[in-house]
């Protein structure tokens, strides 16, 4: 039996997801969250062999979520799901250790079998995703410039990018608010932007978001 936990804070989309996944007789809902604090929190006492993550949530996102549930549980999987298909956010995934990556239109085959690969520990990819990652580390330029941030950059950006207050990011990263606004700068510096308006309407113009996100 597989065990699964499925995190979005949409029900409509943890539901529909929960439904497909609950007509295979080897796989069980053990838990479900809306936020990543409550995805970390759940995993811990749980500890599903499989998380569907949904990667853009309030409070700490998916990014962070997952990060932590990878720490505190090594032998849980994470598959990310998100609407996202041509940004840096699949190449961040895969390094901070998900071992799948699906976009919300897959059907609901390719969401079975993506499950029962990563289950037994191979990665899986939605074929457009695999392609777009290659395209990318094939290509000498950067287009989209947010490739160039770091893991922690990229959190912090799609922090921002929903509204977050400084405070407020560096509690749920249990970093100091200085830090945060270190990072901050930095990124402003890469992007050539100078306000959270500003990196928003560029998070925008390249799909990093979308305006169902704000």
Not at 136 to 141: E, G, I, T, V, Y
Not at 168 to 187: E, F, G, P, Q
Request: with cysteine.
């Amino acid at each position: 039996m597989i065990s699964l936990m499925l995190v979005d804070d949409h029900d409509l989309v943890r539901n529909g997801i929960r439904r497909i996944l609950e007509d295979v007789a080897d796989f069980q809902v053990i838990a479900e969250a809306n936020c990543g604090e409550d995805a970390v929190r759940l995993c811990r006492e749980h500890r599903p062999h499989v998380v569907m993550m949904d990667m853009n949530m309030p409070g700490i996102g998916g990014l962070e979520a997952t990060k932590q549930i990878l720490h505190y549980a090594e032998d849980t999987r994470v598959i990310v799901l998100s609407v996202q298909k041509d940004n840096p956010i699949p190449g961040k995934v895969l390094e901070i250790g998900a071992f799948g990556y699906l976009t919300k239109d897959a059907d609901p085959q390719e969401m079975i079998n993506a499950i029962r690969k990563v289950a037994v520990g191979q990665k899986y990819l939605a074929p457009e995703i695999a392609q777009q990652i290659a395209i990318s580390r094939l290509s000498k330029h950067e287009d989209n410039p947010f490739e160039q941030l770091s893991n922690r950059e990229l959190e912090i950006t799609l922090m921002l990018t929903k509204g977050a207050r400084v405070p407020d990011i560096a509690a749920h990263l249990n970093i100091s608010a200085k830090t945060v606004n270190t990072y901050r700068y930095r990124m402003f510096e890469k992007l050539n932007v100078s306000s959270d308006v500003e990196l928003t309407h560029l998070a925008l113009r390249h799909n990093l978001i979308n305006t169902n996100q704000l």
